[in-house]
């Protein structure tokens, strides 16, 4: 089993930052990779950004050039720097990690909101 506990929300206005944590623990050699996933009110989850172990990431359009996934092993992290943040970005962000058998793990969840 893992589990992930996210941290880092909060309010912004418009134009501000925000980094996200999600600290994972339990069975963590079994997971890859891990990833950031938001679902604003009446909308799907939708994937923001994954990192894999050997550092490949990915984006979602939206985000490209302004949010930022990174990982720290030691500490068994990973962090989403999110800048120029835009009322759009207004969402409850989940950390995801993916186990051995393609099964998601999933975070609580942490409050962004963008106020413009």
């Known amino acids: 089993q893992v589990q992930l506990v996210e941290s880092g929300g909060g309010l912004v206005q418009a134009g501000g930052s925000l980094r996200l944590s999600c600290a994972a623990s339990g069975s963590i050699f079994t997971i890859n990779p891990m990833g950031w996933y938001r679902q604003a009110p009446g909308k799907q989850r939708d994937l923001v950004a994954v990192?894999?172990?050997?550092?490949?990431?990915n984006y979602a359009d939206s985000v490209k050039g302004r949010f930022t996934i990174s990982r720290d092993d030691a500490k068994n992290t990973v962090y989403l720097q999110m800048n120029s943040l835009k009322p759009d970005d207004t969402a409850v962000y989940y950390c995801?990690?993916?186990?051995?058998?393609?099964?998601?793990?999933w975070g609580q969840g942490t409050q962004v909101t963008v106020s413009s």
């Open positions: 990192i894999t172990r050997a550092g490949s990431t």
């Open positions: 995801n990690a993916k186990g051995i058998m393609n099964n998601d793990y």
